[in-house]
Each structure stands twice: as structure tokens, then as C-alpha cells.
DNA sequence: AATGAATGAGGATTCATTCAT
DNA sequence: GATGAATGAATCCTCATTCAT
């Protein structure tokens, strides 16, 4: 007697097997069948629904990704000034469900797949897009021609701030979200 | 008496094969053999050099942190002024031979092998520490107490940026080095 | 549903590869491969289920012990007077399987093993235990407080005729059984 | 400059860093460079000399067979009466350097080298050889006819008391000599 | 005589993937 | 749908051996 409707309970449980089995691995280097172990399968049936490993581990860059954008909307959603938006999107960037270890872990991982996996790439660039796209709107209003150019360099803070943290460096003062907005209010104030 | 004096040709020669290997798979994921072969040499004489794969990639994270660290003491050489200094660690840091693909993929590869090796961890961590005080001490003069804080933000600026370059991004506008200088300078203004 | 309960099957085909494999090259140097090949699988399965090479050269020595356990103790259920039970174990310890030259040679080298590997160590003990106390208890009644000294000598005559046999000397005349008794006999009666 | 008359001393040394590493190691799994580490000169050398890594063992197993048989001629040579030889044996077959951890390990590897090296078994079957005779001719004037007999049994018995105590068992009780000639004793009374 | 350099075959081990049931 | 069984290619690493100098 087959379980009905298993499909998506386990792939939910894959994906998140696989998150938490990279950030616990601190690399790549994991193998399906401790995913499917953790995720109380077997390593078939991570196969059967996924098709292979990377296809699995893309999927878990999209959970994390759906879960950041899902962020990003609901703080944009109470925001009324532009200003606001911009500490939004900040806010959510730097969530600390984002900072959890294994959470750092695994998208500095998959940027790394992105570099050869084109599934990856393409998630990556949605990822880019919507965040420029967001800096963009929430900046405009004071930057005028200037947004993109300020945008693009408040991302790059952004990765930064990230990367370093998950290099291990010690936790940056003041927390970074409040450094990038302060950034960006220095870059505005000098136009 | 046997051919003598060819270690340090070997290992120049197989950590050069391991930055180039590394650079043209996208990751670390290349066998010791390709590395020995594009060396010219045998596998076993890799190993027989270096102990091991993770020593030969640590290794080669050396060289090129060397390299860096070179560029950036030889362009502080000439350096008068505060702002010099700046410009000149900026400099070193974006130069062209950086942004070459092999080394900046090789660069990222290794951020990722920090997370699991010691040796690698032990580099990098003597990289940021560098690159913190060369700004401090550029900044000193200009920022005073705000010096230190500064220098954090440029330094996760010039790495984001990196990693931007690193995972595709278009080449940025203005060129990174003068989009941290302006960032810096707009800090400053901003006290 | 799978194919089920191979487990049992391949272990049993490995062990008893591994036994004919060791025997037959008179050494332990016994790739993996080759052993995998007779029972008729991939290399990959004895990995599977046995974890390693060592692992699986253990498993073989306590197939063969555990042989040897049974055939003590089947032989001692028939035995009456306690010098029947002296006979029982020694038939037993000299039985014909026992002497077949890949057992023979195994056992041997499995000596070896004990002496770098836990489990075959602790394996060797528990064989060295079991009949130092199987030879005591029949030695008992005809040597009192002596028994478990002659229980060593006879014990240690026990693997040395073992050990002659293996480096290829002569069949000893007469039977090594017998001139282990008469050994024993001639100890008890000159008390 | 080459140095005149050192073959014998690079033979002698690697002689010794064979017995010593093999014993070292509890295995005969050392590698020709550990040994020749171990003796001071290039593992080339230990090639050159020896030809190869059995033919090294060999030698090692020989120089070991040399003292020993050393060891017997002189210990023979105070004896008087067959009883004292008998002791002699003994006392040379069970002198404390043959108990030195390492050499004992180095016997029992050996014994497995002579199954398969024909160097190495033809060494041990002079061993075997020359300890019968030796036997022999101490105990036929007291045992006539039976002294073969008995030779191989006490044979038998001084391995398996060795091959215990290689394999760790506490120390027999009383001292293996005595053991052995307390067993020659009670088989010649009771004729 | 002696060495360091160099090789390359060989083996243990791992793992993604396939498949019969 | 789901599983355990099974594979075998791939890779790191070791080490005896050879060789030019």
C-alpha cells in the first residue's frame, strides 16, 4: 500500500537534509546517501526523485533563495518610505536565519557550483537581478541616475560583509546592515 | 651524485600546474594526476614533494598570497601621500594579473578549502590581517579612531567585488579599485 | 521491493573467498579485488559490507575459531571420563579441516594480523582462553592444583606441532594428537 | 673520494635497521627507506647492496640465525655431561636477546617470509636442521632409539612457547627452559 | 660508492548511479 | 513508491625500483 502524497514531504525532506549535511560538511563533499540517511531514505529514492546530485543540490540553493526572496516581500510590504525599503531589504539580507552557520555555509558552497552547474548559474543571476532590481526601486527616489552605480556597490558590500563572515572573520561593529546603510546614506549625501 | 637542485624547480613548476589546473576546472575538484602531467612530471613525485593534494593546494594559495603581498609592498614603495597608499593597495589589489580567470577562480577555490583546512585557514587569515593593516595604516591620518571601522567596510567592498567578478558578473563601472576609493572618500567627508 | 537478504549470503561468499585467498597465497598480501572476484562480486561490496580489508581478514579468523569452537564442543558432549574429554579436544584441535594448507596458512597469518589489529587480538585471546579453560577443566581431575600448568605446556605444544606443520615440516610421527597425550600422560604420572 | 671498506659497515647497519624497523613495526610491512632512513644511508644504497626488499629480510633473518647458532656452539661448548647440553640448548634457545620484542617480532615475520621466499626457507630449514642434530645428540645417550622423537617434540614445544609469548601471553611459569626440560625429563622416566 | 630524483604500477577506498523486486 | 543490493569507475596515495650523475 503505497503512502499517498510522499512526493512532497520527501523532497522537502531532501533539500533540507542537504542543506544542513553541506553546512554541517563545510563543503561540497557529501554523499547522497547521508543526505537521503538524514533525511530517512534511501539513496535511491533521492535519485528517483531528484535525478541525480547536483539536481539535489540545486534544489536546496532554490529553497534557500525562495526563502530569502519570501523575506525580502513580506519586510518590503510594510515599508513606506523609500528609506524604509532600503532597511528592508537590508534587514532581510542580513536575517539571522542567514547567518546561521550551516545556512552561510552552504550558499558560499553553492556560489561555488555556480560556477560550473548552469541550473546554479541561473538561480545565481535571478538572485542578482532581484536584488539590484530591489536596491534600485528603494534607492531611485534620492539617487536619481544614480541608483544602478550605488546599487551595484551596496550589493557588492553586501557579499562582502557576507563572505567575510563566512571566512570566519569576527562579527563586524556595527551590525552589517547598519555599515551598508551607512554607506549608501555616505554615497548619497556626496552627490 | 644525482641530478641535484630540482626540488625547487619541481615545486614551482607543480604549483604553478595546480593554480593553472585549478583555474581551468572552476574548482578544486582536479586529480593530482592532471596537475602532476600539465607539471610534467609523475604523480608520485607530487605526492613524494608535497605530502599531499590539500599540501599542493595550500601551496599553491601561497603563491599566489605572495604574489599579492609582493605587489602591494612594491606599490607602497613609490607611495607619498595617505592617499597614495590608498590608491596603491587598491591598485595592487584589482590589478589586472588578479583578475586573470585562472587566478581568480584559483582564488575563490581556495576561500572555500580554508573552511576545512588548517593551512589554508592560517593563510588567509594572515591575508586579511595584512590587507587591515596596510589600510589602517593608509587611513590613520585622514580617519583617526574611525580608521579601523573603515578599513573593515573597504575591505569587505574590495572582496565582494571580487566575488562579483568571480561569479560573472558584468565588469563593474566605475573600475572596483575607484569604486572603493569613492566609497572611502565619501566615508571620510562623513565624519 | 528489493532482493533481500543477500546480506548473510555475500558475507558468508567473502569470508570463505577470503579464507581460500589468504590460503592460497600464503600471505596476507590478498588484494581486495581478488578476493571479491572469487565470491563472485565487486570489490565495492566487501567494502560495503565489511567496512575494510582488515575487517574482513577478522571476519574470516572468527569463522574459522568459531569452526573450531564447535568442533570442541561437539566432540566433548560424547566424552565420559575426563581423559576422554583430553582426547575430544585434542581430535579437535588436530581435525583434518584443520590441517587443510589454506586453513592452516591462514591461521598463521591471521597470528600475524593479532598482532597489529584489535579485533583479531582480541579474537586470539578469547581462542587462547577457551582452550587453556577447556583443558584445564579436563586436566582437573587426574592433576589437581597442576592442572592449568599443564594445561600451557600442553597448549603451547599444541601451536608449536601447529606452527612445524605450517613451515612445511615433516608429518610428525606419531599423530601430533597423540603426542601431545602422551606428553600430558607422562607429565601426570611423574607428579 | 670514495671511502674504501665501507660495504661491510653499510651491510652490517642496514642489517640492523632491518631487524630493528621490522620489530618496530610488528609487521613486515617497512618500507626499504624507513630502513634505510633508519641505517643513515640512501634507500638507493639498499639496493645496491642487497639487491632487493626480501633479499634485505634475508639477510636480516640470517644475521639473527648466525647468533643464535652462535649462541649454542659456545653454551655447548662448557657442557659435559648430555644433561648440561640439553641445558645449554635451552638456555641458548630461550636467552633473553631472543626475547627482546623486536627480535621475537622479527622471527615470526621471518617464519612467514620462508613461505614464500626460497632464501628464507632454506634458512629455516637449517635452523630447524641443526637444532634437531642438536638435540639429538644430547639426548641419545639417554634416550637411544627415542631421541629423535623426543627432539621433536621439544622442537615443537620451544615454538609454540615462543610463538605465545609473540603473540602476548603472560610469562610462562616455570621459565621456558625449565618448562621444556621438565617435559624431556618426564618423557625419558616414564619409557 | 652513493645519492637524490623520478617513475609508474598497483591497491584500498569511495560513491554516484542503476536496477530488480 | 521505495528499497537494499550491487557495480565499477575514479582517485589518492604508497613504494620498490631504476638511473643519471
Redesign the interface.
Known sequence: MPKLGMEPIRRDALVKATIAEVGAA??LDVTVSRIARRAGVSSGLAHHYFGGKEDLLVAAMRHILTGYGAGVRSALETAVSPRDRLVAILAASFSPEHFEPHVI?AW??F??L???NPGA?RL?RIY?ARLHANLVHALRPRAGARAP?IA??A??????????H????RP??PAPDL?VL??I???L??A
Open positions: 563545510g563543503s555555509t558560499l558552497q556560489y561555488l555556480a560556477q560550473t548559474q545565481l542578482h552605480e551595484e556597490t550589493a557588492a558590500l553586501i557579499d562582502g560583509l557576507y563572505l567575510r563566512a571566512l570566519g572573520a563586524a561593529r555599515r551607512a554607506m546614506d555616505s554615497l549625501v556626496n
